[in-house]
């Protein structure tokens, strides 16, 4: 979990950082312990409004493509020097228009203990075909619960921040 803090000071080197020209309006920011993720909103291809929707998609997903061609050494560049001040590795991703697409994103190991029933949901998704592995049923259920769960995960989030202000206020707080 980041601090508001945190977020405050990575937007900010952001904003000073990148390229005026790259993102239209405020890069979409999320950090945890191990990566912040970068996701700017990049000009739609200009197409009549009777396209169709396939039409629509594939031309977004070239003006994505072609992004991430014409940045990448400098995104590269970037993601170096933020990883170096922060100790996270940083992803990148672009919305255009109906079209979100992350370039890269960390995938963390994460372990854990799990009794028997817990084993068998992994592998009952696992034996559907639903998930290849153990691992990715895992994660599969992770995104269920954050699909279900997402005002209550939100409300628990805002709780941990004014727990988070209410600790940097106490009586160790260092007087500016």
């Given amino acids: 979990m980041s601090t508001q803090t945190e977020q405050e000071k990575v937007r900010g080197w952001l904003t000073g950082r990148l390229p005026g020209d790259w993102f239209e309006g405020e890069t979409e920011l999320s950090i945890d312990r191990d990566e912040i993720?970068?996701?700017?909103?990049?000009?739609?291809?200009?197409?009549?409004?009777?396209?169709?929707?396939?039409?629509?998609?594939?031309?977004?997903?070239?003006?994505?493509?072609?992004?991430?061609?014409?940045?990448?050494?400098?995104?590269?560049?970037i993601a170096r020097e933020l990883e170096h001040a922060t100790r996270r590795k940083v992803a990148w991703g672009v919305r255009c228009g109906e079209t979100r697409t992350i370039f890269t994103s960390l995938s963390a190991p994460v372990m854990t203990r799990l009794r028997q029933p817990e084993r068998q949901v992994l592998d009952t998704l696992v034996d559907a075909g639903v998930a290849r592995s153990r691992s990715d049923a895992l994660g599969w259920c992770v995104k269920l619960v954050a699909q279900h769960s997402e005002s209550w995960l939100a409300d628990l989030r805002e709780a941990m921040r004014k727990v988070e202000d209410v600790r940097e206020a106490g009586p160790d707080a260092s007087e500016s």
């Fill in 37 to 77: 993720l970068i996701v700017g909103r990049i000009p739609a291809p200009e197409q009549s409004k009777d396209v169709s929707d396939s039409e629509r998609s594939a031309a977004e997903a070239g003006r994505v493509k072609q992004f991430r061609e014409d940045t990448r050494d400098h995104r590269i560049e």
